[in-house]
């Protein structure tokens, strides 16, 4: 009975849109096709999202920290670098965070 719940709930995620965390800080944001008994995921229509270097956030913050005092900001944001990949699989080991994306 488990594995049929486990079943049914893996097929209600299938072409929706999932973003994967992984162990390098990455982020893989695609559409779920499949997986497997090792916990890969193949995702189609992909991007993969990538954080700024540490010396990027780091001289943000030097900068806001030159502004007026009223004007500081206790929080740096910084825009995440993206590209286009395809169809890819993310191995299940390096996997942290599976999300689904809910406005489709």
């Known amino acids: 009975m488990e ?3 486990t079943e049914s709930y893996l097929s209600s995620l299938l072409n929706k849109t ?3 965390h992984t ?3 990455r982020m893989f944001v695609g559409e779920f096709k499949c997986t497997d008994n090792e916990q890969n995921v193949i995702l189609s229509r992909c991007y993969e999202y990538r954080p700024p270097p540490l010396s990027a956030l780091s ?3 030097e900068t806001d920290k030159e502004a007026p005092a009223d004007e500081v900001q206790k929080v740096v944001k910084a825009d995440m670098t993206s590209r286009f990949l395809g169809l890819v699989v993310v191995p299940g080991k390096h996997i942290t965070r599976i999300e689904i994306e809910e406005a489709e």
Request: aromatic share 0%.
């Open 3 to 5: 594995q049929e719940a």
């Open 23 to 25: 162990t390098d800080t």
């Open 59 to 61: 001289a943000q913050a």
């Open 18 to 20: 999932l973003r994967l």
